[in-house]
Structures are given as structure tokens and as C-alpha cells.
């Protein structure tokens, strides 16, 4: 193996050690394995069972193919199809000689496609291909089982991962719920706050000024949102569901939600461990009530002093409550809502932020209507 293709392979390895935490990577370890192969096409394949067919999740040197292409599992002219159902690897040495066969481009002259076995079966399928026929010999077929192999694993630290994340967001996501059970509509307003911060920070990748959004902030910005109110658990009824004016003794209380959330997901960390959405959400409970002038709560904090994450839910937090529907309140218009964001640019909110999140109006329409309240009982809510 050339002096090359032994560095192509070591980069390879250090980049599968990582994929259990960055799903991204498929690509790079797509474009790695056709470094150490020296072949001129790969493809990953990965198994959707909802679909019950083969997606592609990346492809390095294919042209014209799209990731998200799918393949069922019964077509019958697929060998990648066969690799997967057969659990045994399909070797094209000749791809003119075998007609009818549904290649991912015609420029193939040799194919080999493997599965990828985990040990609760197949998970996918990986394809490799020349334009020359006759191109992998016992040799290199040898080596692309072995690379197979340690993707696999790779593979399944993905899903191990992943399922524990998903199990770590349901408990997360069932505490931010609890919070809002009491309100007069839950679902529609936990879901705006996410679909809008996302988009907010959506906006500001690749944006002076904003390092620190990268896909990244913004897949754990998505979640961590909903945890906003957490701390509202901790507050009583008898204040929460007030209909009528909160005394002064009854806000100060109220106020205290922000820094209960914030200590109650901190918490989790001694059952989770070091975990970014809790770390993020614990920024969010603890100041997305601060303003950008200082005059805010509970700390007091001003201008970028106050974390991004709460800067930006806070934002989507009042558009999102000024324009929905409560017991003690009509909704208010979009462009009455967006009259009250505008004036608070620059002291309840990041004036930067107000103008980016205001761009696109049709953008906010469109995800207020994708989530529509979904009506509870009538029982009022104070910020």
C-alpha cells in the first residue's frame, strides 16, 4: 500500500472514532474510504425502516447523486437490494455483461457493494465502484470487507448515541411539557419556540459576528429551547393561573423561574453527565427574561453579556406569546407584534437579532402555521 494510501487510511480511523457524536461525518468518511481504496465511486446506503428501503446518506465521485435517493428494498433489478436482503456482498466484475442491473451511474465498469452488519443484522450498504472492469481482485475486495467492517461499528456507536440522546430529550422534553400543562394551549406555543429558534439561528450562520453558530448550535438551540419555562414547575398555582394582576410579591416569585429552571437542569448533569442541550437549556431558563439593556431578570445582564441561546429564544418567546391566543388576552397581528419587537429592539432585545428575525416575515407566518395551539383547559399563564 502506498505511502498515501496508509495516511488516507489512518485519517480514516481517526475520523470513525468520532463518528459516534457528529452523524455529519458521513460524508468525510465516505470521501476518506475512497482515498484508501483508490477506487473511483463509493455510496453509503443506510436501512429506513419506516420506508423499508436503502437512502443514500452520502457518495463520493458519483455523478448527478443526490443524497436522500432511495431504493426499495424490492426492486428487483437492485444489487444493492440484494447485498442488503442476502447479508452477502454482490460482485459486478463486468457490469456490461450483466444487462438490466440498476447501477447508480453508466459509467461503471466494475461494482462491489457490501453490507453493513450490526448485531441486530443489516443496517446498510456500501457500494464501491470503478469504471474499469475487472478492477477489485481478491485483494481489494479483502480490504473493503475489513474498511466495512469498521464502519459498521462506527455505525452502531451512531445508534447507540442516538438512542440515548433521544431517551435523555424525552425525559427533557417531558419536564419543559409539565411546565406548560397548566396553560390554556400546550403543543402549538413548545414547538413555535423551537421551529422559530432554529430558524433565527439558521440565520446567522455564516454571519460576522456569529462564530458560534454553527449546525451544530443550531440542532441543540432547537431543542434546548423548549426548556424556557422549565423553572414554572417550581411556581404555585395560585400564582401561575392567577387571572387577575400579580402583587408585587407575587412577581418577585414568579421571577424565580428562571433561576429554579436553571438550577433543576443543571442537576440532571450528575444523572446525564456533560450534556450541550442541558448545558444550552440552563442558559435559556436561567436568561431569556434579561434584557439587552440591563434592566431585565434575574441577573441584571446586558448586552452580550447575556447568552446567544437566551438572546434568541427570548425573541421568539414574546413574538410567539403576543401573537397566540389566552384566556386573558386576544392574539395580537403580526404586524402589531412586530411594532412591539421593533421599539424593544436595542433594550429588551439584541437589536442585531430583531432586525435579522424581522427579514422575512413570511418565513414566522409560515411556521405559526405549521403549529397550531392544540387547546387544554382554560387556565391562565403569566411570563
Known sequence: MSLERLQALQAFNARLMCMSVDESSYAEIVHGIRKVIGCDFCALFLYDRKAEALV???????????????????????????AFAEEYMVHLDDTSAIPGVNLLCGSLGSVLVLPILSNNGPVGVFD????????????????CGMIV????????????????????????RGMALLSEIRDAHIG?????????SRYLAEQL?????YHEVTPRFVEIIERAAALHDVGKV?????????????TDEEFAEMHRHTTIGAELLLGLIDDFGEYAMINMGADVAKAHHEWWNGQGYPHGLQGEEIPLSARIVAICDVYDALTSTRVYKDAWSHEDTVRVIREGAGTQFD???????????QDLLRIREMFPDRESHPLARHS
Open 56 to 82: 443514500l446518506r452520502a457518495a463520493d465521485g458519483y455523478p448527478d447523486v443526490d443524497t436522500g435517493r432511495v431504493i426499495p428494498l424490492d426492486d428487483p433489478t437492485s444489487i444493492h437490494a440484494q
Open 128 to 143: 464501491f465502484g470503478s469504471r474499469l472492469s475487472g478492477a477489485f481482485g481478491a485483494g481489494n475486495i479483502s480490504m
Open 149 to 172: 467492517d469498521q464502519m459498521s461499528y462506527g455505525l452502531e456507536n451512531v445508534r447507540l448515541v442516538r438512542e440515548l440522546r433521544d431517551s435523555r430529550d424525552a425525559v427533557i
Open 188 to 196: 402549538g406555543h413548545l414547538s413555535r419556540i423551537c421551529a422559530l
Open 205 to 209: 450562520l455564516d454571519r460576522s459576528g
Open 234 to 246: 417550581g411556581i404555585p398555582d395560585s400564582i401561575l393561573l392567577k387571572p387577575g394582576k400579580l
Open 351 to 361: 437589536p442585531d437579532l430583531v432586525a435579522v428575525f424581522l427579514a422575512k416575515p
